[in-house]
C-alpha cells in the first residue's frame, strides 16, 4: 500500500474511487496508511444503481444498455471518480459479491475501470471465493492495476 501512495506522491498526482462491489474497500485499503491525505481524495460509494448516476456521473443510458456490471460502467465510474473528487488518477469497480448470480451474471464477476493522464482502461476478472473473499480480492486487484499504472516498470 505504501508503494502505491510513495508512486503518486513522487508524481505529485492524487487518486479518487467510486466503489460498488466494494463498498469503499479500496479507499478504506488506501487511507489505512498514514499520510495517506496527501494523495487520496476521497471516494464515493454507489451501490444503488441510482447513486452511480446521480453521485458518480455514470450516464444512466449507459446502464440502461448495458446493465450495472459492465466493463464500460466501471470505467464511467472510474472517470466519475475523478471528475467528482478532483483527482489525478479514478479506479470504479462493479460486480457481482454473490453468493449468487445477480440479473443474470454470475457471483465473482469483476470489473475494475482506470482512469487517469492518458488512461483509461478496464481489467475484468472472475474471483472465486465466497461473497468476502470476492470483495477482499477485488480491493487488491484493483490496488494492484493501479500500482502497475503507476510504475510500469514494477519497482
Known amino acids: 500500500m505504501s508503494a502505491v501512495l510513495d508512486a503518486l506522491r513522487t508524481r505529485g498526482e492524487t487518486v479518487a ?7 469503499g474497500g479500496v479507499c478504506a485499503a488506501l ?12 471516494g464515493v460509494i454507489v ?5 452511480k448516476i446521480g453521485l458518480a456521473g455514470v450516464p444512466r443510458a449507459l446502464i ?4 450495472a456490471v459492465d466493463p464500460e460502467v466501471a470505467l464511467a465510474l ?31 464477476t ?14 475484468p ?10 470483495r477482499a480480492d477485488a480491493v487488491r486487484l484493483a490496488l494492484r492495476v493501479l500500482a502497475e499504472h503507476l510504475d510500469p516498470a514494477g519497482r
Request: aromatic share 2%; glycine share 18%.
Open 17 to 23: 474511487t467510486a466503489e460498488s462491489i466494494t463498498a
Open 31 to 42: 487511507t489505512s496508511v498514514s499520510g495517506a491525505s496527501d494523495v487520496v481524495r476521497g
Open 47 to 51: 451501490y444503488a444503481t441510482d447513486l
Open 64 to 67: 440502461d444498455a448495458r446493465g
Open 78 to 108: 472510474a472517470e466519475g471518480a475523478r471528475k467528482r473528487c478532483e483527482a489525478d488518477w479514478g479506479l470504479g469497480l462493479t460486480g457481482v459479491a454473490g453468493p449468487g448470480p445477480s440479473d443474470g451474471i454470475e457471483a465473482g
Open 110 to 123: 469483476v470489473h475494475i475501470g482506470l482512469a487517469g493522464p492518458g488512461v483509461r482502461t478496464t481489467t
Open 125 to 134: 476478472a472472475r474471483l472465486a471465493g465466497d461473497r468476502d473473499q470476492v
